[in-house]
């Protein structure tokens, strides 16, 4: 082909920094705001870099911009090996010809000696290369990232400040025509290892956690998706165009899978900021090692953690033993009240009889609100009305095979019906969604009460709260958050599943949505989910139990050669086929293989709760969170005995010392 | 005798309740289950039958009626080659809820012609005395909306199921070139059915 082919833009991003300064300066940056693009010229990549001409907003940034004496020159080194001369031709269309250096090195800058005017003084700063010279790219993180090229002959450029975010979807457009591999000895280096075609890259650098799902979807539907963010623009038009020969092969389980992503536009986890960069190659986890559980909690035991007064001491040896062999039946009707936090760990007795008074009086206040709507009153409000009619259809179809609901006018059908009417009224907005009888069911078993167990749902539903919003974000947040933590696990499954269009993990659906209500038999419910609310021994532990769960199939569904249907089928059918301390035994020791990991990739440490800050003495005695880096992602680090997790990377502290809340999300 | 059938999938859509569920497992396992579950996420089962000589595996998929769920069922109405849509004689509103199904279906599957696509629709609870819906109501909404054929059943006590479902094989066997759906009877991957039109770029 013809040298005057003009160059296609294959990814481009806007509001990209320089920081002109010196590192030994302790003097504000000056700042070059402009535009990373990669383009493709000949067959050849070339990322280039090129300042705005316009002077920068100080808004948009985090940090001022101001002139300053302490600029750093780079001057071009044309000419040295392994270089082609770009300029020549890029200059060929004028659109981009900006280009005015090849490669750079770095430079002590003399204020008297420059003289430049603005102009020149920022064009000096644009650069590019071609992506076959790229050795290395460190990917750092200050709040926003920045990421420096390393060339192969030796020479680094000036690291590019995202501040505007575009970090990751840059590196995500880069991967599809190079492969980048995290360094071994340094986690925020990526070695560049140079390859033509894009489609013979594998599966595991193409995706990024936070948009993996648009990619697919974009492909098949690109100019009527909702676009979140210009990073997700970005990611959907390389997809679209990597996509084209991939669509040829059209069948209907892709298509599916396609639009499976549906689940995922609109997904606003980290929109907004780029928490670090994020490869997940193949991490070498070690050893899964061996874990003890233990006998359930005796009533003697319960009582011994009760001082004179009712509190309850010793708390987090307390949740130990519960997360390790769960209560006796006879414990769980007090027990379940702590855990879900109706009750707070320190209150007496006496405070609790109070507690449960005046909550019994809000209780039934809202229960006459529903049951006082006079017939006409209901023909007004359909929402209530809907609301209504599905609470009487799906309360005649949960746990019926159950002694405590089963047969005809079974006065826990009644319970079941008031207290789901009641949340409506407690709750409006969200009002009764499908699921929720699931996760009432065996809260009310165990109470036998109709206010306690209320109330408890209450609590349980506050973690539960954001899969059943109308944009389902839990459910979204979940899948990815699960599939990350597969990639971690195991690769070669996760590209299995991958390449039966199976990688949304859609079949885990039901799993998360009423944490495994309908998956293992009602009593193993009940230990499964006293286990999860101790909140141990690590955030999102609901993940993990997904994960051993596939752990136990994904050699039969390989074996088997399963395909997108059959998957989904060998997943649904596994309901009452699992065993309950098996899985708790496989979850907990996978657990304790990440742990010991020591390079875990952010995401992960961030989904777990593990934190990221090696230092853990110091954590250990502070007493609330640590808000890090406040200004884009700020991560809580707390105590893990005062946190529970809701599910879906939102921290919430229970109600113990009068503690503080924190967040993460 | 003859080595290869036909792997037809229809899919059972409408109002949470209906009894969609209830109607698939009476056609595949022939059974009512008193103690069934509302459905959650998504399900099929696969039953193999003979229509007119021709061996047929229809995969009958079952969603969850709530709107909510929206995002989770649509994707799977993709190479769907029917479309079952039910509502339960004794629920007026699931029957004023046809049209807006029938729209969904359409959108999502990607029907290139919505006029000639095989609907059946479904009247599900006869056995309940009181009926919120009339035969003749629910046969002129369906003259007026595509001259579909409807059916009056029952999942309790088996009228006319299995007839509804064959009625449907028979539509999408008359309505389209059926060549292209041909696959092995013994094939495992029945996910890979291939599409009927071939649409490359
Ligand atoms: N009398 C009668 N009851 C039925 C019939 N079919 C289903 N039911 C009952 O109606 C209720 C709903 O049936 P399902 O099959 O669960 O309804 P569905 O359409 O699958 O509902 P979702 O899963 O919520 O979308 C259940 O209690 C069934 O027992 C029928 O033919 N006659
Ligand atoms: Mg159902």
Known sequence: MAATTPPKVIFEHEGVFIHSNTEESDDQDLLLSGFLRILEKDGETVVEYKPLEDTVDPSNMLCAGKDSSSVVEWTQCSGEKGHRPMDQQLSCDTEWDMVNAVSFRRKPYTNGEGGLNHTNERSKWAFSFYVCDLKSISVKCEGWSYLTFHLRDGNTLPAVHFHQGGSEAFLDNLRKCAQLSECPDDEHTLIVSYYNKALSQSFENLLDDTNYGLVQKFKKDPYTTTLGGFSKVTNYIFDAFRGSELECQERPAEEMSDLLGELIPGLEINQQEEPGFEVITRVDLGARPEVQRREPVTVEDWTKHQDSEGRISNVTHLKHIIFKGGLCHAVRKEAWKFLLGYFPWDSTHDERKNLQKRKTDEYFRMKLQWKSVSEEQERRNSRLRDYKSLIEKDVNRTDRNNKFYEGLDNPGLILLHDILMTYCMYDFDLGYVQGMSDLLSPILYVMENEVDAFWCFVSFMEQMHENFEEQMQGMKTQLIQLSTLLRLLDLAFWNYLEAQDSGYLYFCFRWLLIRFKREVHFQDVLRLWEVMWTGLPCQNFHLLVCCAILDSEKQKIMERNYGFNEILKHINELSMKLDIEEILHKSESICMQIKNCKDLPHSVREILGFSAVPETSTLETSEYGILESPQTSPRATLRQDQLISNGHGHLRELSHNGCKVAFIS | ?201
């Not at chain 2, 109405?77 to 359409?106: A, H, M, P």
């Not at chain 2, 009056?152 to 389209?176: G, H, I, P, Y």
Request: charged share 25%; hydrophobic share 35%.
């Open chain 2, 1 to 201: 005798m003859a080595s290869r059938s036909s792997l037809l999938k229809v899919i059972l859509l409408g109002d949470g309740g209906v009894g969609k569920s209830s109607l698939m497992n009476r056609y595949v396992t022939n059974k009512f289950d008193t103690q069934l579950f509302h459905t959650i996420g998504v399900e099929f089962l696969n039953k193999d039958l003979e229509v007119d000589g021709q061996l047929v595996t229809l995969q009958i998929w079952d969603t969850a009626g709530q709107e909510r769920f929206r995002s989770l069922r649509t994707p799977f109405y993709r190479g769907s080659d029917c479309c079952l849509l039910t509502f339960s004689v004794d629920d007026n509103q699931s029957f004023l809820n046809l049209g807006n199904w029938k729209k969904e279906f359409i959108y999502y599957a990607d029907v290139k012609q919505p006029d000639s696509f095989p609907f059946v629709v479904l009247g599900n609870k006869v056995d309940v005395t009181e009926r919120q819906v009339s035969a003749e109501e629910a046969q002129q909404w369906c003259r007026e909306n595509g001259n579909f054929p409807y059916f009056e059943t029952s999942a309790k006590d088996a009228t006319n199921v299995s007839n509804a479902f064959e009625e449907a094989v028979r539509r999408v066997l008359a309505s389209e070139d059926r060549v292209e759906h041909l696959v092995p009877t013994d094939a495992v991957n029945l996910h890979r059915k291939p599409r009927n039109t071939s649409t490359c770029c």
